[in-house]
């Protein structure tokens, strides 16, 4: 290589849902980085595109994978949890790689079988809407929202502020740091349960017999029960001890 020559660095997002492309959005300018966005349809394609949500676009991320300084991980748990293990060897020696799922410890024990020098931080922006999909992803969705990362004893200092430096980039209102462990605990109650309560009261035959009775308390109470089944049995099965 020329000396002088500069070369960008590359952030690989791997799936480009409602926080992955939110995320992608985001990041981009971001220091010296790339934001390469990786989708799995030609419609999700089709709309990264006409909606710039990212700097550059693939249908393949396991060829991006060795020259990705950070890997972003923003599939359903087990979507995030096959890639690691299909792909642990393809991972650039030295990356940083960091996941957007709403359970911690299983994650972060499939995330075992990456090899030594590949730097695994467990995160979960806590943002989101009662709708999904990269037609509801916008730039700003994690502005003043809480940003938990669950690092393990391997975690670097240097990965862990670049972490911080990406967080305050997206504009979010700060840094969590927690164990995956007290993490899945208290995402249980503030979350989970949330959505189960919600679920519980959506799934009533009064429901619909109610409209013009229901204020402000109801809609709040029910705003989340629209959730994804698949991906939320998932988030439930897995945090089933908490």
């Not at 660095?9 to 980085?33: P, Y």
């Not at 809480?146 to 209102?173: N, S």
Request: glycine fraction near 10%; hydrophobic fraction near 45%.
């Amino acid at each position: 290589m020329n000396a002088g020559v500069f070369v960008m660095k590359k952030i690989l997002v791997v799936g480009l849902g409602l926080i992955g492309a939110s995320l992608s959005m985001a990041l981009q300018g971001f220091e010296d980085f790339e934001v390469v966005g990786a989708v799995r349809s030609q419609a999700t394609y089709d709309k990264a595109v006409a909606r710039r949500a990212a700097d550059r676009l693939t249908f393949n991320p396991a060829a991006e994978l060795p020259g990705a300084d950070v890997v972003v991980l923003c599939q359903d748990p087990a979507g995030i949890i096959g890639f690691l293990r299909e792909h642990r060897d393809r991972f650039k020696p030295g990356c940083l790689v960091w996941d957007v799922c709403g359970v911690k410890t299983a994650v972060a024990q499939a995330a075992e079988c990456l090899p030594q020098g590949v730097d695994f931080i467990g995160c979960h922006p806590m943002a989101g809407k009662e709708v999904s999909g990269i037609d509801n992803a916008e730039g700003t969705l994690f502005r003043n929202t809480h940003f938990i990362v669950t690092p393990g004893p391997q975690a670097t200092g240097e990965h862990l502020d670049l972490l911080r430096r990406m967080a305050d980039w997206c504009k979010f209102g700060d840094v969590i740091e927690t164990t995956p462990e007290r993490h899945d605990e208290m995402i249980a109650y503030t979350s989970q349960l949330m959505h189960v309560i919600a679920v519980s009261v959506c799934d009533n035959d009064e429901l619909f017999s109610c409209m013009g009775f229901e204020g402000g308390s109801f809609r709040d109470c029910t705003r989340v029960a629209a959730l994804d089944p698949a991906m939320w049995t998932q988030l439930f099965t897995l945090n089933a001890p908490a």
